[in-house]
């Protein structure tokens, strides 16, 4: 099994930024893809950014040019960069990995954009 460990959320107000980090765990040979997801209330879970282990990246496109994701593959560890944030952006965001036959999540952490 792969343990996800997110860390980094928190209450900012609009036009700031926030890192949040997600570290990986346990039997994690063959994960390729690791991602953020986010679920506010109210609506469904949506992909917010996505990292190959080749450091191929895709974005939503309502977070493109402001969200930044990245790995530190020697630390088992993906990274999402928050710029710019709106109170759209408020969600409970989830880290995800990805090998073949196989998906793992994280608990979840709380991102809350409010002034």
């Known amino acids: 099994q792969v343990q996800l460990v997110e860390s980094g959320g928190g209450l900012v107000q609009p036009g700031g930024s926030l890192r949040l980090s997600c570290a990986a765990s346990?039997?994690?040979?063959?994960?390729?893809?690791m991602g953020w997801y986010r679920q506010a209330p109210g609506k469904q879970r949506e992909l917010v950014a996505r990292?190959?282990?080749?450091?191929?990246?895709n974005y939503a496109d309502s977070v493109k040019g402001r969200f930044t994701i990245s790995r530190d593959n020697a630390k088992n560890t993906v990274y999402l960069q928050m710029n710019s944030l709106k109170p759209e952006d408020t969600a409970a965001y989830y880290c995800?990995?990805?090998?073949?036959?196989?998906?793992?999540w994280g608990q979840g952490i709380q991102v809350i954009v409010s002034s």
């Open positions: 995800n990995a990805v090998r073949p036959l196989q998906t793992f």
């Open positions: 346990g039997t994690i040979f063959s994960i390729n893809v």
């Open positions: 990292i190959t282990s080749g450091g191929i990246t």
